[in-house]
């Protein structure tokens, strides 16, 4: 029996996580996980390192005596009322919420708690005991339970500063919570979140800590990557609508969408001040696939606002927006030859690709030759940018080899948008590791892939891999960029390295636009691909230090480690105020 029950959990975690199907997924998976045992155990290893090391870093964060006593002596000409819904909670559970706002080194703070008509006298009690235990917790007790909506709706009239923030009736703030958010909106922000970790029932063991990008559109609508503890004006809420009934089980990620289409100024506060309490009886717990669809509805919602083409579904428990086809958008497919400088693996690319290609440019001397395609022949990227006659140009190295026949559908389908500059996709070995995930810059190399060397199919940092996502840079190795803004753009820079793709992005954020990479459209590279698994040759790194200045990056945390790419935290790394 226990067999079995292994059996159909490593089928459903084959349908679940990695998109793998039927009799034939389950027996790749089994290979290929195999192949990369040791790859998992040392990722498991270094992982299960981070969570013994995190507990005391995270206490270390902390302020001490000294500047808890300057945080509480700033006077802020704002203040925040934290609205917290309540139905039926444990009693253990809300003294443990009130001790952690009792403790907020900033003062100018008060609680509204909406209950929702609780049946439990030990809710009631614990209640009653909270508002008298200091005048700031505020409780007001409904006569009806009308929903998590209607009950923070409710609990945003009880409101009286002029900053409001979410806070779930089970969970903790850090001690300067209410000091860093305002702190933030005094510098100009109108809203404003924070990173986040979980804590186990008892609130005495914190773990898998979420360290956020900054404010990132794509990401946003995969999955609601803000979460806790999300913050803004009160006139922001009220302009955006508040609550929305219609979206119970997923309305933070509703309010989260309508409130950062308005904001004008977005600020991502990179220090964990949330601990999301891990309660079983929690609704996202319970019916976590009716608020992946009330997402989607969300996210759909979202588009028909901002008059964006497509349509937004669910996938493997997050949201996936399909843009749509575009019959207009012809692709000019611009070719580089493999490592050893032949066209080896141009055919079986080709047979693997569902969408027409209006042509083919081949970067180098001796181009191939195909039936049906018009091909021609360029010296350089950025010569055959000039040559090409489609819409989008699409760079590709030869030996590439897609896992969807939908991957050039699933690349050009962005660049229907006027606000993307360049679209990529993740590129793996040989042994399904990732070689690419998107760059980051601001790095001693230049740029680092994120989940450099992670295994695809494994466990990777908060699953980021498996949806779309904004991220400062895609490798020049397959890259989809509209022509017309590629030639805005002033095309590829000289350089040795892949660092290329990355400055271009760089560039192409600067100039207002955003960068995606989707995974839907993921290649296994051939033996000896050029992505960015090292530092940048240092001719590369002066070049990029002289075309570009400092650079800032915004998707990928400062808490992380900047060498390897594993997306781990630095605990060698000192925060700052």
Known sequence: MALIKRALTAWQRCWREDGLRGLWGLFRRACIRGINLPTIRRLRAMRAEEERRYGPWLKACEPDAAERQRQSARHFSHGLSILIPTWNTRPELLTALADSLVAQTAPQWEACLWDGHSTDPATLEALRAAAARDPRIRVTFSEENGGISRNTNGALSMAN????????HDDLLAPDAVYRILDAAEAGADFVYTDEDKCDEAGQRFFDPHLKPDFAPDSLRSGNYICHMMAMEKALMLRAGAMREAFDGSQDHDLALRATELAEHIVHIPRVLYHWRMVNTSFSHQKIEQCAHVAASAVGDQLRRLGLPGTSDTYLLNCRVDYGDDPDMTVSLILTPAQDGSWRGLGRLLRRTAQPIHEIIAVGHEAPTMRGISVKTADSLNQAAELASGKSLVFVQCGMIPAQRDWLRQLTMFLRRQDVGCAGAPITDRRHCYLHCGYAVDVPGGALSHHLGAFSAGVTYQYNDRVVRNVSGVSSYLMAIRRDVFRRLDGFRVYASDLRGAELGVRAMRAGYLNVITPFALMRAPRGAGC???????????????????????????LFEK????????????LSD
């Open 161 to 168: 500063y002029d900053w409001i923030a979410l806070c779930d």
């Open 532 to 558: 960015l698994t090292a530092s940048a040759p240092e001719e590369d790194l002066r070049r990029m230090r002289e075309a570009l200045g400092p650079v800032r990056e915004r998707y990928y945390s400062p």
């Open 563 to 574: 060498v390897k790419g594993t997306m781990s935290i630095d605990f060698d790394r000192k």
